[in-house]
């Protein structure tokens, strides 16, 4: 097999790219070791800011997207049962966030690539990358029904998450990481109950962070902080909903509850990895760098990436080097800052297990001040929004 950029991932960033890159008459093959089923369903981030969205929207992706979204214009932060309301209309300049799950995102994308006839290769196995760093032409070895494949390409994109091959395959001396594992997990559920809420709650409390998230009018996701190395066979749905009206109570509000259609605990992780370039192979989204959930960031950074990648590897296809040479300066500013963003939304909102009283009280110092200082406020609304793609 012969392609210009062979993709190793079908998460967003992989779907993405090979997307812009199709818009820019560039071929591309993309490999993926899950079925599609299994990505189709996959439950992960719902969130989207104003950016990728327009993005999903621009290049002909957003249509299911425009008619069933959620569009929300502020959040609420909850702590010593009050609720406060931190308003993008006036904060923000009228930047928006959308809930749209990063499942529907993955199908809308998927159906694109195989209405265009474009190939994307499900269940593949054993994948390796070779060759990327020097002149010579890279190529991607997978199996594929039983039978040993071999892609030669141009270039090769790492969109493999976290987890996958293409960032080990870097030598260990030209890479810089920086890295954080937090001290507690989340368990998420998805619920089939209509959500007690129009927009996001962020509740601060004692015994532990939990947030309100929204899937559709009808389905809701929750998320509860839990100590590190929790089994989900702890918690049984009563009490997991037990503990979310605890730690959301708010006089005169009720948390509805439903029944579970889906529960997982995910580990809290910072890192970031530089250069995200090697030779000519680029990593992009997870397998570059990873955020805590609680800033809603880690889809957002993954596609902002791409926006970086596709047009850079058009110029260099075209024997330009200058976009490809600043990719990863130009990706890592973004990144930095939302790791910060999201190290400092969840270290405002979580107790950590060793937390002495003094810490509890600098957080709630910190929530009053972003809840009463109009620039504290600002801060907290324009991350969240997300700035301006490349
Ligand atoms: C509970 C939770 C909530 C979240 N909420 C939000 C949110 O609200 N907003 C937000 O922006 N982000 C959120 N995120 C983060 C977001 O889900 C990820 O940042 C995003 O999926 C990254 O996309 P990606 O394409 O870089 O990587 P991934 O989605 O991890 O995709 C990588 C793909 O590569 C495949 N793969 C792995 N290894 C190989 C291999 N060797 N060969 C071929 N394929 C391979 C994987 O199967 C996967 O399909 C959340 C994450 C979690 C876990």
Redesign the pocket.
Known sequence: MRTQIGI?????????LAHLLHLRGIESIV????SRK??EE????????QG?VDLLIETGVGERLKRECLTHHGIELRFNRRGHRIDFDDLAGGKTVTIYA?QEV?KDLVAARLAANLPILFD?E??TVHDFDGGASPSIR?RSAGKEEVIHCDYIAG????????RPAIPASVLTTWGRDYPYA?L?ILADVPPSTDELIYAHHGDGFALH?LRSPAVSRL?LQVDNGEQLAAWPDERIWAELSRRFELPGWTLEQGPVLDK?I?PMRSFVCAPMRYGRLFL?????H??P?T????????LA?VAVLAPALDALLHGDDKLAASYSATCLERVWRSTHFSWWMTTMLHRAPTADPLATQLQLAQLRYVVASRAAATTLAENYTGFAMH
Do not use: M
């Open positions: 190793v991932g079908a998460g967003p960033a992989g779907l993405v490999l993926e070791t899950r299994y990505i996959r439950v992960r981030a719902g969130l989207l800011e990728t990063q993955i593949v054993d994948v997978f969109c493999d998450g976290f987890h996958g091959i293409c989340w998420g998230s998320y997982s995910t992009a989204g997870d397998a570059a990873i955020v959930p800033g809603a960031k880690g889809l957002n950074l993954a990436d």
